[in-house]
């Protein structure tokens, strides 16, 4: 009972940043779920990329409740969208496949010092230069196979990697937000199925697992996210900028230590 508690109130919280922050709640989601799957005892070789599978199932939901606000409010340039989303597609499904194989430890280890570089960031509150713009067609496409690779071999939306990335391109913050909760989507979809092949008849994992997905932790999870989601739009909309951005790296800051100190020790 104690651990479904657990899902449901770690769901209501990843919704409400996956949609005030675009990150799809991954950066919570992960680390939560691996001190979850630790301390009821499961085998560690196991627990990261369980963590990570499930995830990126949940952001799945989560991202459909946060894009639904965000088209309402009109916000969601499509046509950005529909430039990265195959390549992501392509890049989240090979990464997400890839991670299964990939050593717990070193998995960890790579999460974390990619949200210590990411939260600095924005806690610096770091400027683009003014000159910076997307890149065409071509360029696109190679940024949204990194994102979706990166994205799924660290369970999470992408939003940690495609807004400070289109930030860095001078859209403003707010709507790179909107673009990265759409993008969420085709990352997780097809990075979650990558987790579930990789991980299919693994003799470590307990029951109820659909490969490296936990199906309960799934339903609890998605369930309480899609609810909070649409309110994490409002405040994101609502919130001055240079306060989504100290939210955003003293987020992400405490969680990456916090793995830091867990992976050394």
């Known amino acids: 009972m104690l651990e479904i508690v657990s899902f449901l109130g770690l769901g209501l919280f990843a919704g409400l940043l996956a949609g005030m922050l675009g990150i799809g709640g ?3 989601i992960v680390p939560a779920l691996i001190w979850i799957f630790q301390h009821h005892g499961l085998p560690p070789e196991i627990i990261p990329h369980l963590a990570i599978g499930t995830s990126l199932a949940a952001i799945v939901f989560t991202s459909m409740s946060a894009i639904w606000a965000q ?10 969208v529909r430039l990265l ?3 992501t597609l392509l890049g989240g499904f090979a990464s997400g496949y890839l991670a299964g194989f990939i050593p717990a430890a070193m998995l960890k280890g790579f999460f974390a010092v990619f949200l210590l570089f ?11 230069a003014a000159h910076w713009r997307l890149p065409g067609r071509g360029g696109l496409w ?3 196979v990194g994102v979706g690779s990166l994205s799924a071999l660290l369970g999470i939306g992408g939003g940690n990697i495609t807004v400070p990335l289109l930030h860095a391109c001078n859209l403003e913050l707010k709507r790179a937000i909107a673009i990265s909760t759409a993008l969420g989507l085709p ?6 199925a990558g987790f579930v092949l990789s991980g299919w008849g693994h003799a470590q994992l307990p029951g109820g697992t659909l490969g490296y997905v936990s199906l309960p932790a799934l339903a609890a999870i998605a369930g309480a996210a899609v609810l909070t989601a649409p309110l994490g739009v409002r405040l994101g909309h609502a919130l001055p900028v240079k306060r989504l951005k100290r939210i955003f790296g003293v987020l992400v800051l405490a969680i990456s230590l916090r793995m830091l100190w867990s992976v050394l020790i």
């Open 187 to 192: 990352i997780a979809l097809f990075g979650a």
């Open 118 to 128: 990411v939260g600095t960031q924005f806690m610096l509150d770091w400027k683009p």
């Open 85 to 87: 989303a195959p390549a």
């Open 142 to 144: 190679g940024v949204g």
């Open 26 to 28: 991954g950066v919570v």
């Open 71 to 80: 088209q309402k409010r009109r916000a969601i340039d499509w046509s950005v």
